[in-house]
């Protein structure tokens, strides 16, 4: 039987998102990316507290505030519309500002188990593909295909460069490259869900390969259930 729940995981700019939409749209399941609700706490701490150090009032916003992850209502380039408290901030969410405080935010354990229980709730439904950095591991432990990708922070950091670039952004190359390895280090060294491949995860490095080659791939993991 092809899987009705599928994890896929690993670092920032690993191609996971990419790569999971496309995979999402060829089953007719639903694409769903869980670092945007951390995104989104970081943003609402930012913008009330100003800050993302005091744990408690971050941990109460995390609480408190209404996500909203829905299907993308504009054709620029976005791949969901995401709300906060109704407001659109898809693309507020991506800045340097927010890529900068994330980690911090997503390592506090309150944080955690508010966004978990959401995406335990959308999961439980079925048809579809989860993406994030704990989803093999924590959020959905019996997914049935636990896909998690990976690739050098440098061509990693590459990836986001361009990105920026084609947003028409200004993007500075070595800035990108420090906050990624920052922020894999604190993902990946955090107490509670830290970045790793689950157990039964099979391990796609991406490196050099072309997003087509990267979903061939997982495409016949998806047929070999
Ligand atoms: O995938 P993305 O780069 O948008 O994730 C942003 C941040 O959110 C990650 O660096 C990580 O700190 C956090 N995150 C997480 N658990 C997830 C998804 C994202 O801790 N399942």
Do not use: C
């Amino acid at each position: 039987p092809i899987p009705q729940t599928i994890a896929v995981d690993g670092p920032a700019a690993s191609g996971k998102s990419t790569i999971a939409e496309l995979l999402a749209q060829s089953l007719g399941y639903l694409y769903f990316d869980t670092g945007v609700m951390y995104r989104a706490v970081t943003l609402a701490a930012l913008r009330q507290l100003q800050a993302v150090t005091d744990e408690r009032a971050v941990t109460h916003l995390a609480e408190t505030v209404h996500i909203d992850v829905r299907e993308a209502s504009q054709d620029d380039g976005r791949k969901s519309d995401v709300l906060l408290d109704g407001v659109d901030i898809t693309w507020e969410i991506r800045a340097p500002e927010v890529d900068a405080n994330v980690s911090v935010v997503s390592a506090y354990p309150g944080v955690r188990v508010a966004m978990t229980e959401q995406q335990r709730r959308i999961g439980k439904r079925g048809r579809v593909v989860m993406v994030g950095r704990d989803i093999g591991t924590v959020v959905l432990p019996d997914a049935d295909l636990k896909v998690y990708m990976d690739a050098s922070v440098e061509e990693r950091a590459r990836r986001r460069f361009d990105e920026v670039r084609q947003r028409g952004e200004a993007a500075d190359y070595e800035a990108i490259l420090a906050s990624m390895r920052r922020r894999d280090e604190i993902d990946s060294t955090r107490k509670v869900a830290p970045l790793r491949p689950a157990d039964d995860a099979v391990i796609v490095s991406t490196d050099g390969l072309s997003i087509e080659q990267v979903l061939e791939k997982i495409q016949a993991l998806v047929k070999a259930r």
